[in-house]
């Protein structure tokens, strides 16, 4: 993996029929997303997104896609940091956005937070019927990143509104439904089918740089919704919710014995 900067040690990149499979492998912790895994998660999808494989595919092990965001190293942030690591989110948006091929979320659990919204910029997203999303920032303090505050209502229309002010957590029927998850498969099928959906739409002759151009955000657009989102979190930071939020989040979990 020298290929694209330093390891993790959280992350497994394997290809499969001319598709590289990115797995977060963090299960003890949800795959919650350190600083670290946040830098080559975005420095994978850049070193695979120039045309070397027809497609990627980011999945997750155990029982969740991921956690998101680590709170418990965001506790331990100095001030200022918040703001920081929501961009290392956003650059996994703007690496996704940049690539030349499909990018496919394949979730094969629960993805909470920046996670869930990581993967609005994905091309298509599957989930096996363990797949939720779940958007717990403004319950806890915390404000949206990852270029959601556009992705999400493109996806979901007027329903993002209560997603996010609600905290929802949306199981897989209601995804598909909605329009968060474009398939549902079964959990021995969920890697396969990602890969049978790039195979379907990289084939020999088709026109799947220029649709993927044509059809996703703006990046202009996709930039300003970033920017906007820093400030908030920076807001968000600076009046002490966001500390406070982790610190009660992390309290809770403490005192469950998780």
Do not use: K, Y
Request: glycine share 10%; proline share 5%.
């Amino acid at each position: 993996m020298a290929a694209w900067g330093a390891e993790s040690g959280h992350i497994a990149v394997t290809v499969q029929d001319a598709v590289a499979v990115v797995t977060l492998r963090r299960p003890d912790r949800l795959n919650a997303l350190t600083a670290d895994m946040r830098r080559e998660l975005a420095a994978i999808l850049r070193h695979f997104g120039g045309g070397q494989v027809r497609g990627i595919v980011v999945t997750g092990t155990g029982r969740a896609f991921s956690a998101g965001l680590d709170l418990r190293e965001a506790a331990e942030l100095p001030p200022g940091g918040l703001t920081s690591d929501v961009e290392l989110f956003h650059d996994i948006t703007r690496a996704a956005l940049q690539t030349q091929l499909p990018v496919v979320g394949a979730l094969n659990g629960i993805a909470v937070g920046g996670a869930c919204e990581m993967t609005l910029c994905f091309d298509a997203r599957i989930g096996t019927p363990a797949a939720e999303f779940f958007l717990p920032e403004n319950s806890i303090g915390l404000t949206i990143s990852n270029a959601s505050s556009l992705l999400l209502p493109r996806l979901v229309g007027h329903a993002a509104m209560r997603l996010v002010m609600e905290s929802a957590r949306i199981g897989a029927r209601d995804s598909l439904a909605l329009g968060l998850l474009d398939e549902v498969a079964e959990p021995a099928d969920l890697i396969p089918t990602a890969i049978g959906l790039v195979h379907r739409w990289t084939q020999p002759g088709a026109a799947t740089q220029a649709h993927l151009r044509l059809l996703r955000p703006p990046l202009a657009a996709v930039e300003q919704a970033m920017a906007a989102e820093t400030q908030a979190a920076s807001g968000a930071e600076a009046a002490a919710i966001a500390a406070a939020g982790i610190n009660r989040f992390l309290s809770r979990r403490q005192q469950a014995g998780s």
